[in-house]
């Protein structure tokens, strides 16, 4: 059974960029798409956007489009999640989830990942 | 534009619960399937798929939760509330981009 499995917790300062990574661990990604979705503390969840491995194609939500980038090593079985120009309001908990095709189907949730931008 | 109600709910042990999602567009699709699915988030924990399409339960989901609904109108039912079903519910759809997720309704023991 595939587990996918994230970076540890992030703490970055305004202006600067972090990279999220989420492995595939148990297996691969297969033709599975990987989506991004972000929770800020006490609120609700977020769809970032998503990348199908297999083909390298993304789409992102247009709040995110010009400084979100999703990445995929399929030989690595990971895929990353890179947001730049941070501000406090990018303060959150970052997850990936699987999706075997593009149904809405997602599982599993990798843990998530708290990123947490500060001066 | 997905809106969920109510945003709250308590519930006492072995009543119904019922939460309504509501699409601001149709959810069917060209390919005649409907692209709503429900998730639980349970304190501390990532979001677990319940229900996919409507209304196919994921693998180890209780058969008393189910879901209903087509269009824009949809409703996510627990028969009898047990106490491993709090937390919160969303609704998602996945039709168009951006998928969008509903606020949320908070499920709470009584």
């Known amino acids: 059974q595939v587990h996918l499995v994230q970076s540890g917790a992030e703490v970055k300062k305004p202006g600067s960029s972090v990279k999220v990574s989420c492995k595939a661990s148990?297996?691969?990604?297969?033709?599975?798409?990987i989506n991004w979705v972000r929770q800020v503390p006490g609120q609700g969840l977020e769809w970032m956007g998503r990348?199908?491995?297999?083909?390298?194609?993304?789409h992102y939500a247009q709040k995110f489009q010009v400084r979100v980038m999703m990445t995929a090593d399929k030989s690595a079985s990971t895929a990353y999640m890179e947001l730049s120009s941070l501000t406090s309001e990018d303060t959150a908990v970052y997850y990936c989830?699987?999706?075997?095709?593009?149904?809405?189907?997602?599982?599993?949730w990798g843990q998530g990942t708290l990123v947490t931008v500060s001066s | 534009v997905m809106t969920q109600t109510p945003l709250s709910l308590s519930v006492t042990p072995g009543q119904p619960a019922s939460i309504s999602c509501r699409s601001s567009?149709?959810?069917?699709?060209?390919?005649?399937?409907?692209?709503l699915s429900w998730y639980l988030q349970k304190p501390g924990q990532p979001p677990q798929l319940l229900l996919y399409e409507v209304s196919n339960r994921f693998s180890g989901v209780p058969d008393r939760v189910s879901g209903s609904g087509s269009g824009t109108d949809f409703t996510l039912k627990i028969s009898r509330v047990e106490a491993e079903d709090v937390g919160v519910y969303y609704c998602m759809q996945t039709v168009q981009l951006p998928l969008t997720f509903g606020g949320g309704t908070k499920v709470e023991i009584k």
């Open positions: 148990g297996g691969t990604f297969s033709s599975h798409t």
């Open positions: 990348i199908i491995p297999l083909l390298g194609i993304t």
């Open positions: 989830a699987s999706d075997p095709g593009t149904q809405g189907r997602f599982d599993p």
């Open positions: 567009q149709s959810l069917l699709h060209a390919d005649g399937k409907t692209y």
